[in-house]
């Protein structure tokens, strides 16, 4: 077998044709693969929804390795394939090295115009939200500077070879070499760890050297490259064009310190350039700079703009922001730049539906999965509140059953949930000394639901209380809903010396249907402890179920206003949980602390959620076989939950309802920290569930 080498030569006329039609065939057929890549259905890879498999032969462990391919290996193989081929093998025959040399730096001019059109923002492509295309962006941008690394190898060498070492000091070159080191800076500066050490370096030079390599490869290349270039600098034109088209100025007047991690801005609707249509969409701001020059520098050619998701729905008045203290300065009057809003793409639902005039967000249609009835779970942390509460809202309005899970790590951020979200569930994960100075008001300032639909009765009663009545039969289910060890108010109340702040006055009735706080005394790690499922975990956790050990840690309603401290121990059941540090309860002065507010009926848990049979009771309860009346039939009980898991007798994988999975509709829905979002997602496969999840790795 023979390998091309540099004494083969094409005549000039010939090869300088093959590498024109090369670079072109090569930018058709990346554009058509992207275009398969964000539409072809199923296969694409453009958003994450899982959708569980139609057949029950499958394991669990085989979805989870099937969502790591799709959204992959699909389309850097083709790419790859294409590269390969439109530089390297077609023609190999000719074993002519100087036409491969050529032709690599050749299809790299081609492929710089798709690397910058996935930059667009928003993406022209129709239905698609510009950062699902980053991931083809980094793998295109990664082969780009592959080929123009072994360009540039292949071409010292065959300089070196001729001995002609020295035109590599001609100026066209010098343009060439440059732009290679720009490349490798840029590359460089992409690796993760470093692009999140300084997020602002990354992403001045990523711009400042996309416009270098641009220009200067427009006269290193030979032929030239004109239409390349052309549309290369068409593309960043026309996102400065239409950024300012997309941006208005925007005073600050309405910033709140919700929590030393949050604060909360609120900007008037009529002031953004391009009105939300669905909920989760974001705006991007930037800093308004008084200096001129850096003004035109920061928002024309380096857009430092910080993308944040709208909490409110399209229809309120205030489009509000829930912003982590971060870098980014929010100074209450000060002057932004403010871009969007830019759509989401979320294709659980039927997005049509947002896109009609006639749509109310407080009008129950019911029609958000086109006409199939759901259940979702949403499971958010920290800042991606923002992405849960709207779509919360949406489905709480439209009576879809569903519920949401908060993890957030501080106390204070309590502060950010000014009104009763039905069926929103908080869990605080910290829980240091300073966070116990304070007092949770659980009569709360507010007294009603503020949904859109107005006033709602369920408002009033805690959520665990919601469906049945305390003396209901139904009732032992209900506690194991919670949690086995948990208890509501009232059971606390009997259980234990109640305090005297409740049956004091007349409103101890009022405080019983106020908030419910329970406190997790699991690990001591402000990691989110979701229970990791896997296939082998089956088996512990059957025996663990019986034990109460499959629940998150015991947990109990701590009274809170206890002599003014916000934890203390407790017993129940003749156990005794928490910690008390006298000095500190001695320090603690009620008068100095500061007020949360939480609105009524709000369920806060202190410590980490735990993923699991809770959850599958209260999607599959419906079943009927194992209620209030059975609840004590522990062969039920472990028949549910197998079956819930998906496990046969046999111990081989079954779906809970049915063999046809569209039957099933669940849908779990996670954003946030990634260790978060990957848990619920593995819980989410394990039960074959479709699943969604609102991450951007930019
Ligand atoms: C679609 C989307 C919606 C978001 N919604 C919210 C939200 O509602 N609330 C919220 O608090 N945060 C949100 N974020 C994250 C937020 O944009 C970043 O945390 C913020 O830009 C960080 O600014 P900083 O100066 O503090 O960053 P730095 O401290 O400089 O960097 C911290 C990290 O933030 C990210 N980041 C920084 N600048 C940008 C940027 N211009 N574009 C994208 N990521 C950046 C990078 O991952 C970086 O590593 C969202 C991000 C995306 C992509």
């Given amino acids: 077998m023979k390998f091309p080498d540099f004494n083969h030569k094409l005549d000039r006329e010939t090869s300088y044709k093959i590498r024109i039609d090369s670079a072109r065939y090569l930018l058709c057929f990346v554009f058509i693969a992207i275009i398969f890549y964000v539409y072809l259905p199923k296969l694409s890879i453009s958003y994450s929804l899982h959708t569980p498999s139609r057949t029950n032969t499958g394991s669990a462990h085989e979805s989870k390795r099937k969502i790591i391919n799709l959204n992959s290996i699909f389309m850097i193989c083709i790419v790859l394939a294409g590269v390969c081929y439109n530089s390297i093998f077609s023609y190999i025959n000719t074993l002519d090295l100087v036409l491969i040399t050529k032709r690599l730096g050749r299809n790299c001019m081609s492929l710089y115009v798709p690397l910058l059109f996935l930059t667009m923002r928003p993406s022209p492509l129709p239905n698609v939200l510009y950062l699902n295309l980053i991931p083809i962006h980094k793998w295109l941008g990664r082969l780009l500077v592959l080929q123009a690394l072994i360009h540039t190898i292949l071409y010292t060498c065959l300089y070196y070879k ?380 059957k025996s663990q179920m019986f034990t109460g050990e499959n629940f998150r840690q015991p947990s109990a309603l701590v009274d809170l206003d206890k002599d003014g401290v916000l934890f203390d121990t407790y017993e129940y059941n003749s156990k005794s949980y928490g910690s008390v540090n006298s000095s500190k309860k001695q320090m603690a002065n009620r008068t100095s602390l500061d007020k949360i507010f939480i609105p009524k009926g709000l369920k806060i848990n202190i410590g980490r959620p735990t993923l699991g049979f809770k959850e599958l009771l209260w999607i599959y309860n419906e079943d009927k076989e194992c209620n209030g009346n059975n609840v004590n039939d522990s062969t039920c009980l472990e028949n549910i939950y197998l079956k819930t898991l998906g496990v046969g007798p046999e111990g081989n994988y079954l779906l809970p309802n049915s063999t046809n999975t569209e039957d099933k509709d669940v849908l779990v829905l996670a954003a946030g920290p990634i260790g978060l979002v990957e848990n619920t997602k593995n819980w989410a496969i394990l039960h074959n569930f479709q699943f969604y999840e609102e991450a951007f790795f930019v």
């Fill in 162 to 541: 001729t001995q002609v070492l020295w035109k590599l000091t001609k100026l066209a070159n010098v343009y060439g070499i440059v732009s290679m080191l720009g490349f490798l800076v840029i590359a460089w500066l992409s690796i993760s760890k470093i692009r999140r050490s300084d997020y602002r370096i990354f992403y001045i030079s990523h711009y400042i050297l996309t416009w270098m390599t641009v220009i200067m490869l427009q006269y290193h290349a030979r032929p030239r490259a004109t239409y390349y270039t052309i549309a290369n600098l068409s593309i960043l034109i026309f996102q400065i064009l239409y950024r300012i088209y997309l941006t208005r100025e925007v005073v600050f007047d309405d910033i709140e310190d919700v929590s030393p991690t949050f604060k909360k801005v609120r900007i008037p609707m009529n002031l953004l350039a391009k009105k939300p249509i669905s909920p989760g969409c974001h705006i991007r701001i930037n800093n308004k700079h008084d200096n001129f020059f850096k003004n035109i520098f920061f928002n024309f050619f380096v857009p430092l703009q910080h993308p944040y998701t709208i909490e409110s729905l399209p229809t309120d008045d205030h489009c509000t922001l829930i912003i982590k203290t971060g870098r980014f300065p929010l100074v209450q009057g000060g002057s932004y730049y403010v871009s969007g809003c830019f759509e989401p793409r979320l294709p659980f639902f039927n997005n049509n539906l947002f896109k009609e005039t006639k749509y109310k967000y407080s009008t129950p249609f019911k029609k958000l999965f086109g006409n199939k009835d759901k259940t979702i779970i949403i499971v958010t942390g920290g800042s991606a509140i923002t992405f849960g509460l709207p779509i919360l809202q949406l489905l709480n309005n439209e009576n879809y059953k569903c519920k949401m899970y908060w993890i957030t790590r501080d106390l204070h951020d309590l502060n950010l949930i000014k009104k009763n979200y039905q069926n929103l569930e908080i869990y605080i994960t910290k829980t240091t000394s300073e966070d116990e100075n304070i007092i949770i008001d659980r009569n709360s300032i507010i007294g009603g639901i503020n949904l859109e639909g107005g006033y709602d009765q369920r408002e009033t009663n805690p959520l665990i209380q919601s469906t049945v009545e305390l003396n209901s039969p139904e009732l032992p289910i209900q506690s194991m809903l919670s949690n086995p060890q948990s208890m509501n108010l009232n059971e606390y109340s009997e259980s234990t010396n109640m305090p005297h702040v409740f049956k004091a006055n007349d409103e101890s009735e009022e405080f019983l249907k106020s908030s419910i706080v329970y406190r997790n005394y699991g690990d001591s790690t402000d990691e989110i402890d979701f229970t990791k499922v896997s296939k082998e975990d089956l088996k512990r956790k």
